[in-house]
């Protein structure tokens, strides 16, 4: 089993959606959580940071964490096209590298 | 966020040159710099990490005599890509943070915008 699951899609909704964003995972001593968006050709770009259980809005984003289930979620209300990337979840204990899920590609069709 | 850039961004070699790529933390001091590998529709994988001043450390299964990397100042981190083959091929992807001993190293990374290789 893998530490981080992400099902890579793709995943392709209409202008407007609620789109879901979802990773598992298996190391139970991981204590940040973040969601990075990934266009194509560039480096990640942090979206949200979650420290422990709970949620945390930004805007049109929520991340959600479950550590008692070992998932993971960011929430994109009223999607637009311009959120058209890939989404990377990773996450960390603190003391040890990043772990990245493989990305979910996201089309918003105008 | 803090600013981290790479140079080039895009390059094409012959196989068995060597090709080196810069990452700059731009407005900040980067004690700790992460080297990335990314293949194609596939997650970032860690090559190695490099504090200011000392040796890297490399990931299980990178060879560090191939991929050198030199962490001289607080601001300038280098990866070159030795004998470059075109397995080599990827997209190679910087971040910098403050050091391993602030305990917040690895949950705060700034990234580059990464670097295309493509070895012919």
């Known amino acids: 089993q893998k530490e981080v699951e992400q099902d890579p899609g793709p995943l392709s909704v209409p202008e407007g959606a609620i789109v879901s964003l979802n990773c598992t995972y298996s190391?139970?001593?991981?204590?940040?959580f973040m969601w990075y968006r990934q266009y194509s050709r560039k480096g990640p770009e942090l979206l949200m940071y979650t420290y422990s259980s709970g949620n945390k809005e930004d805007g049109r984003f929520t991340a959600q964490v479950d550590k008692s289930s070992k998932y993971i979620s960011l929430f994109i209300r009223d999607s637009q096209p311009s959120d058209s990337a890939t989404y990377l979840c990773?996450?960390?204990?603190?003391?040890?590298?990043?772990?990245f899920g493989k990305g979910t590609r996201l089309s918003v069709i105008a | 966020g803090a600013v981290v850039s790479q140079h080039p961004s895009w390059v094409i070699c012959k196989s068995g040159t060597s090709v080196k790529i810069e990452c700059r933390s731009l407005?900040?001091?980067?004690?700790?710099m992460f080297w990335y590998r990314q293949f194609p529709k596939q997650s970032l994988m860690l090559m190695a990490t490099?504090?200011?001043?000392?040796?890297?450390?490399?990931e299980q299964g990178v060879e560090k005599d191939k991929f050198l990397i030199n962490h001289a100042s607080l601001t300038l981190s280098t990866l070159t890509v030795t004998s470059a083959h075109p397995e080599d091929s990827s997209f190679y992807i910087c971040?910098?943070?403050?050091?391993?001993?602030?305990?917040?190293?690895?949950?705060?990374?700034?990234f580059g915008p990464g670097t295309r290789l493509t070895v012919l």
């Open positions: 407005d900040f001091q980067a004690t700790t």
């Open positions: 971040s910098a943070g403050p050091g391993l001993t602030s305990g917040r190293a690895y949950n705060e990374q700034f």
């Open positions: 190391n139970s001593a991981f204590q940040y």
């Open positions: 490099s504090n200011e001043g000392s040796k890297a450390t490399y």
């Open positions: 990773a996450m960390t204990t603190g003391n040890t590298p990043l772990v």
